[in-house]
Structures are given as C-alpha cells and as structure tokens.
C-alpha cells in the first residue's frame, strides 16, 4: 500500500511534466506553417515559437512564491489551470500576438510545473528511491514530448494544413482538465506542513500514510529532523547568502549547460534540422517522431540507473555522448555526409536523456534546504528557461547567418566545458536524506 500510494501521488505530480512536453514540443509541427500563415519575419517568426518559454522565465521565477506560499498541491492544481487555459486560446488564435499571448500563459504553468512538481515528489519520496520518483517528471516530459511529435504526425497526414495546427495546439486541452482534476487528490508535501506551515501533526499525519509500516518514534524523528533543518520559522531565511554559494552555483550551471547543449533547439526544430540532411517534409515529421521515441526509451534508462549508479556517474556518461554525437554532427554538415545526421541526432537524443535529462530536476530538488528548496528550485528553473528562452529566439536567425556545421560545433564546445565542471565541482546526492545532504554540503 505505502508503494502504490507514493507511486501514485508521485505520478500525478509528475503529469504536469507530461503537459509541460506536450506544450512546449507541440508546436515545432506548426512553426513552419504559422510562418508562413502571418508572414512573419525571422524576428516575429523567433519571438512566436519563444513565447511560451518566455512565460516559463516569469513562472518560474515566480513559481517558488505560491509554492512555499500556499503549498505544492494548490500551485500544481493551479499549473493544470493554466495549461488548459493555453491550449484552448492557442487553438483558437486569430493572429501571431494573440498566438504568442496564448503561449505565454502556457509557459507560466510550464514555470511553475518546474519549481513545484520536482519539489513534491522529492519530499514525499524516501531517499533510496527519491531519484527513481522524482525523475518521473523528466519521465514524463518526455513522454509527452513523443505524443506530441505523433500527434503532430498524424494531424498533419490526416487534416487540412489551414486547420491542421490549430488541432496541434488545441489537443492538449483534454490532458490539462484530466491532470487539475487529478491533482485535487494529492496530500500537501508532510515537509511543507511541518518547515512553512507550521502544522506538524498534519505533516506526520501524511507521513504515516506514505510509511505505514514506520513506529511513531521514527515519525516523530523524522518530524524532529525537518523541523531542526529550518530552525525559527519565523526568522527570515534569504537564498542569496554566502552560505547557500555551492548550492547556487550548481543550480545555476546545470541549468545553463543543460540549455547549451542545444537540447531545446533540436527538439523545437527537429523537422527543419531533417529537412537540411534533404528529407521530405512528412518523412522529417517522421523522423521526428522517432525523436521522440529514443528520449522517452533513454530516459527510462536514466531513471533505472540514476539511483544505482548516482547523478555524477550520469551526467559523465552524458557529457561524453554530448561531445562524440554533437562533434559528428558538425562533421557531418561540414563534409555534406547527411546520412549520417538522422543517427547523431538520435545519439544526442539518447545522451541527453541518460545523463542531463534525468539528473536536472532531481539534482534542483535535492541541493538546497528545506527553508530554502523552493526558491532554489525556482532559481534553478529560471536560469533553465531563460537560457531556452534565449536560444529558441536567435536558433532562426542562427539558421540563416551560420552553417549547420558552426551551430553545431558550438554545442559540441559547450559539453565539453560541462564535463570539466562535473568531474571538478559536482557532488553525488544519490541515497542521502534531504536533512542530511544539508550537512554535506556545509549549509547548516
């Protein structure tokens, strides 16, 4: 009972990382199609497919005020509210601005869905099994991630083009009522009952219900544990502190390399990298789809190892698929060997879903404390989105000022400057406490 109840509550937290997929995949099946409805110029044309992700900056930038503020369970039912908000708007759009608003609301539940879903199920998940629980989020985003390139497929080999895309953006109205519904059936986070609400015997109440085989001693010293970790709740607990530098700095740098691998870029526009290498417009849908496919295969993957062989070990493994599949792809462009193109892509695919993929929100959710895990969690997402943001704005003009092989190349630098930076500053977290991490990392 105790494993299907966690599992359960950790799944449907977790489902927010399957709209989150959806939402911002969705509409690399219309891009081209939204271009040249409108007319829109490389700049308009960028800041239209970058819309949600700048609504994913602001919402997870301002994710960790209701999240520590009124709890997880209200800020996910609310990021359920906002998804389904989004995709209706987005597929009833009349124009670009009202296309792009439609988009932002979507990336704010995005935001959201970032800071608060990862930080529930890591403080509901036992420690030997908070990596496996808590990566069902990436599980899901991925997954999401696939349905979405299918869907996009299927829409536009079945629907007339003028209506098929508005199809594309609208489905994902029916997964957003079905999540928000199932949200209203979560516990609160028994961590946030007993550090911010200061309502302990609620928080032991919901710990007993995950553990409930656990004597009450061992739930009174786990409540004792939380409650050592915060100290006076009513004494103000910043985040930017000299002693919270080691966990800021590694929230902030595995954000930005996960963004400079060139992740989002390749799974935005996954259909026009294919259309380079030669491919049909339907075949490059297809293609995409098998995109889609070796990231949710890989990433569960990732989740079988990622408490076994720990998140270091994975964001090696990663690094050195990053380097060899990003450096053959360059390769590729620059000796017209497209052939090739199709299998690095999916390399990469897979090495990022092994090793960043699976690590990122686990390792944002771990590293800082109790009275500070929300606002880090949202710093982290922030710095995430922002370089997302970023790069899916200029990647259209990118495409046209710089040859394939260049933007690639770039890429490839940048994972080499991450493999430096894990084997050098970053800590393993598998199998420890959330309360006893504190400790290792010199925060209390």
Known sequence: MRSLRLFLWAMTSALAGFLFGFDTIVISGAEQKIQKLWSLSPFLHGLTMSSALWGTVLGSCLGGWPTERFGRRPTLIGVGALYFVSAVWSGLATGPYALMAARFIGGLGVGCATVASPLYISEISPADRRGRLAGLFQFNIVLGILVAFASNFLLARHLDPEIAWRWMLGAEAFPALLYTLLCLFLAESPRWLIAHAGRRDAGEAVFRRINPGMPDAEIAALADSVERSVGDRETASPLFTARLRKPILLAVLIAAFNQLSGINAVLYFAPRIFEW??????????????????????????????????????????????????????????????????????????????????????????????????????????????????????????????????????????????????RLSVPETKGVPLEQLQKQLGLV
């Not at 090739?340 to 590293?367: D, K, M, N, R, T």
């Not at 943001?389 to 190349?409: C, D, R």
């Open 277 to 422: 290498t030669g491919l049909a417009k339907q075949a490059a849908l297809l293609e995409s789809v098998g995109v889609g496919l070796t990231n949710l295969v890989f990433t569960y993957v990732g989740l079988f190892l990622i408490d076994r062989l720990g998140r270091r070990t994975l964001l090696t493994l990663g690094s050195f698929g990053y380097i060899g599949s990003l450096g053959l792809c360059a390769w590729a462009f620059a000796t017209r060997q497209y052939a090739i193109v199709p299998y690095c892509i999916f390399a990469f695919i897979a090495a990022h879903a092994v090793g960043q993929g699976a690590v990122i929100w686990v390792f944002l959710s771990e590293i800082f404390p109790n009275r500070n895990r929300a606002a880090g969690q949202a710093l982290g997402s922030f710095t995430h989105w922002l370089f997302a943001s970023s790069i899916t704005l200029v990647f259209p003009k990118m495409a046209e000022a710089l040859p394939p092989a260049a933007i690639f190349g770039f890429f490839c630098l940048m994972m080499v400057l991450q493999l430096a930076w894990v």
